[in-house]
């Protein structure tokens, strides 16, 4: 039996490790704040799910299998907080995750990123972006440390995680 998986009270919406292989968003509340969809075997978020759930704040995606992130998440550039999609599939982020205003916790480690969108600059200050090791990639962060060096026109070696301020 399936622990409840939506709390009214905290408005979040909450599935670990029950081996989804995707989103239920029309059965998921409009009003839901936090997503948490861990550990299941993910491919792809719907673009509608940003579109027609626009309160987001938390989305938890982490160990999935996530090829991509629609670019509809620019819908939720008022709301989203929080993005932890770390060990997934990820070959790039959305071009317009700059937009994302509120956005102060990235977490993308253990996925196939190998640069950074343009608008990755535009990301408010203050924020904390988790580029770690994650699935052991052991080359994902030379790629991610020059893509950062190149954005913020300075070295930073060795980095895992970076603080905009």
């Known amino acids: 039996m399936r622990d409840k ?14 081996q989804l292989k995707c989103i239920p968003y029309r059965q998921i509340p409009k009003e839901t704040e936090h997503l948490i969809l ?3 075997e993910i491919e792809e978020i719907p673009g509608e799910l940003f579109e027609t759930h626009v309160n987001l704040k938390t989305i938890e995606m982490y160990g999935n299998r996530l090829r991509e992130i629609p670019e509809s998440i620019i819908n939720l550039r008022d709301t989203l907080e929080v993005l932890n999609v770390e060990a997934n599939r990820l ?7 700059g937009e994302l205003s509120r956005l102060y916790y990235l977490s993308v480690g253990g996925n196939r990123l190998k640069t950074l969108p343009e608008s990755f600059v535009e990301l408010n200050g203050g924020g904390e972006f988790d580029f770690g090791y994650g699935n052991g990639n052991p080359n994902e962060m030379e790629y991610l440390s020059k893509a950062v060096v190149d954005k913020f026109g300075h070295r930073i070696p060795n980095v895992d995680k970076v603080e905009l301020i």
């Open 5 to 18: 998986v939506y709390d009214v009270k905290t408005k979040t919406y909450k599935m670990i490790r029950q």
């Open 38 to 40: 861990m550990e299941n």
């Open 91 to 97: 070959e790039r982020l959305p071009e317009g995750i």
